[in-house]
């Protein structure tokens, strides 16, 4: 093989590496984008501070009410105290972070009472972005007792 033969073939081999590069980069550069797109479709609040209605307060400053939505899925956490009766609205979650079509119910464990009885709450966050206890098990008491609301749901 003459040295002309030899450029020429070093040449066509330069030649295919560059096409090879310029396709990855266009290759990476759609990765690129799918994952932007991914990321933004996932968007992230981070915690907010959820406002208490009247009179709520938190449990404690480690336990204070916040609530944040990744993508669809809203997530609730914290507890309150200060509640006097069942049916009572503790907080309300705004626009965009509310069930659309029905409320979620849910269970949720509170202060244990005397003799070491478990104490059982049924909560619900309703279509409006109430978050309500909507009744307390049997012997419970209201007050000062810790009533935690984490939970998280799928919004549409």
Same mark, same amino acid.
């Given at each position: 093989m003459?040295?002309? #033969?030899?450029l020429?073939?070093?040449?066509?081999?330069v030649? !295919?590496?560059?096409?090879?590069?310029?396709?990855?980069?266009?290759?990476?550069?759609?990765?690129?984008?799918t994952?932007? &797109?991914?990321?933004? @479709?996932?968007?992230?609040?981070?915690?907010l501070?959820?406002?208490?209605a009247?009179g709520?307060? @938190?449990?404690?400053n480690?336990?204070?009410?916040?609530?944040?939505?990744?993508g669809?899925i809203?997530?609730?956490r +914290?507890?309150?105290?200060?509640?006097?009766n069942?049916d009572?609205?503790i @907080?309300?979650?705004?626009? !965009?972070?509310?069930?659309?079509?029905?409320?979620?119910?849910?269970?949720?464990?509170?202060?244990?009472?005397?003799?070491?009885?478990?104490?059982?709450?049924?909560?619900?966050? +309703?279509?409006?972005?109430?978050?309500?206890? #909507?009744?307390?098990?049997?012997?419970?008491?209201? +007050?000062n007792?810790?009533?935690?609301?984490?939970?998280?749901?799928?919004? &549409?």
């Amino acid at each position: 093989m003459t040295v002309f #033969e030899r450029l020429d073939a070093l040449e066509a081999t330069v030649n !295919g590496l560059n096409t090879d590069i310029s396709n990855l980069t266009r290759h990476l550069t759609s990765v690129e984008e799918t994952v932007e &797109e991914l990321l933004n @479709a996932e968007e992230d609040t981070g915690w907010l501070d959820l406002p208490l209605a009247s009179g709520i307060q @938190a449990y404690s400053n480690a336990q204070t009410p916040k609530y944040r939505k990744i993508g669809k899925i809203v997530f609730i956490r +914290g507890a309150v105290t200060n509640i006097q009766n069942r049916d009572t609205t503790i @907080a309300t979650l705004p626009a !965009g972070f509310r069930p659309a079509s029905i409320s979620y119910p849910y269970v949720q464990n509170t202060s244990i009472r005397t003799g070491n009885f478990a104490m059982f709450s049924r909560m619900a966050v +309703g279509t409006d972005g109430r978050i309500k206890l #909507e009744a307390i098990s049997d012997g419970a008491a209201f +007050g000062n007792k810790w009533f935690p609301i984490t939970c998280s749901f799928v919004i &549409e």
